[in-house]
């Protein structure tokens, strides 16, 4: 068998805001309400340091209120909002209200069909899906 190749989405780097056992708001209409991170796909840090993830990563998250059928289930979801201030290119700071995320599957596709609130511009262009379904950019 060939071996694949892996595909490496461009990453903007970001202020990190969220780390393991954070609690975030879902903003999707997918069922879920409230969530907490428990991972964070594709870091690589050192011993006994917590994984720390920023605007535009994907993390797994077990979803803690919400719908019968979507409660304690596991999904990969990408950050959309951060309280932590962060840094842009152009020199500007910007920061949110609160810490919210997208439930999306593995190809990157939200689960639900609106985004409830404004997402960032850095998560935008990382998943155009996920920019379809949104009513504000920032």
Not at 63 to 75: A, I, L, N, S
Not at 83 to 95: F, L, V
């Amino acid at each position: 068998m060939p071996k694949r190749k892996a595909v490496k989405m461009p990453r903007i780097k970001t202020s990190a805001g969220i780390i393991t056992n954070t609690m975030i708001e879902v903003a999707d209409n997918s069922g879920a309400k409230t969530a907490q991170v428990i991972s964070v796909l594709g870091y690589k840090g050192r011993k006994r340091r917590l994984p720390k993830a920023g605007v535009g990563d994907i993390v797994i998250i077990v979803v803690k209120t919400g719908t019968e059928e979507v409660r304690h289930q596991m999904f990969r979801a990408v950050i959309i909002r951060q309280k932590k201030p962060y840094r842009r290119k152009d020199g500007t700071w910007i920061a949110f209200e609160d810490n919210a995320a997208v439930i999306i599957d593995e190809e990157g596709n939200p689960k639900g069909t609106i985004v409830k609130g404004p997402i960032a511009k850095e998560a935008a262009t990382r998943f155009p899906n996920v920019a379809k379904i949104a009513t504000q950019i920032i």
